[in-house]
């Protein structure tokens, strides 16, 4: 900027339930963007290539059962494994486009028997908080006509039901809501406009924190 310091990159998440495209948009926005000569860098959440993701895998995978509080600790602790990284990369200048974050693992812990959002909220404290949250809503029967429906653990419609209607009740007013039930790259052009908007604005802001 004019007097010569660097400015942030910004953190940008999009959020959704399974199979709403989340993980087509974040590649084609990494793409658009640096094809456009923006500094970019993808990441996701669960982040299976460390140890705790890879625990996470075995459990998703119906491969390890593991107790459900425990296991919503280790996806709040693959993420906070990733937090020195993310700060350097923003202080540097380059931009996180995130698929899934804590809201993830709120809103599908709390769909589960027993458990409330207020204490599903509780690891995450304190996260960098994003810039940006898109959420991208599909129906359960749009979902289903999509590729590889079920294969996983959590993947029925009764449950991603209830994921859904967490979702609804943790969005906050500055979420961009977005219906995913439309063609790839017109969902593109969106998310492409909200990304160089929130890169634009939050260039010089400071980086707040989760739920603080
Ligand atoms: N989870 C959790 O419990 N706690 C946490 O803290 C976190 C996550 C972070 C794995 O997540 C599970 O972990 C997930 C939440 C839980 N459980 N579920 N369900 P994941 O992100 O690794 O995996 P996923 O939810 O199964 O997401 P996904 O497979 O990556 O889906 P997606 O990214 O939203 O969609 P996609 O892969 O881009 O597309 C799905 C299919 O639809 C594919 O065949 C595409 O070609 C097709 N597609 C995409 N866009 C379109 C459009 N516009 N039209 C038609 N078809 C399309």
């Not at 999009?14 to 199979?19: N, P, T, V």
């Not at 909200?194 to 939050?202: A, G, L, V």
Request: aromatic residues 8%; charged residues 25%.
């Amino acid at each position: 900027n004019a007097h010569g310091t660097q400015t942030r990159g910004s953190l940008i998440v999009i959020e959704g339930c399974d199979r709403s495209g989340k993980t087509t948009q974040c590649s084609l926005l990494q793409e658009n963007l640096t094809s456009s000569g923006y500094s970019v860098k993808l990441m996701k959440f669960p982040d299976r290539t460390t140890v705790i993701g890879q625990m996470i895998n075995d459990y998703l995978a119906c491969k390890q059962d593991v107790d459900d509080h425990a296991v919503h600790l280790l996806f709040s602790a693959n993420r906070w494994e990733r937090v020195s990284m993310m700060l350097k990369l923003l202080e540097q200048g380059t931009s996180l486009i995130v698929d899934r974050y804590a809201y993830s693992g709120v809103c599908y812990t709390a769909a589960k028997r027993g458990f409330d959002m207020s204490w599903c909220k509780q690891p995450d404290i304190g996260l960098p908080r994003p810039d940006t949250i898109v959420y991208l809503t599909l129906s359960s029967e749009a979902a289903a006509k999509r590729g590889n429906y079920g294969e996983e653990r959590y993947e029925q419609t009764d449950f991603q039901k209830k994921v859904a209607d967490n979702f609804a009740a943790l969005t906050e007013d500055s979420w961009k809501v977005i219906d995913a039930d439309k063609s790839i790259e017109n969902l593109q052009a969106e998310l492409l406009d909200i990304c160089k908007e929130t890169i634009k604005r939050s260039s010089d802001q400071p980086l707040y924190k989760l739920w603080t």
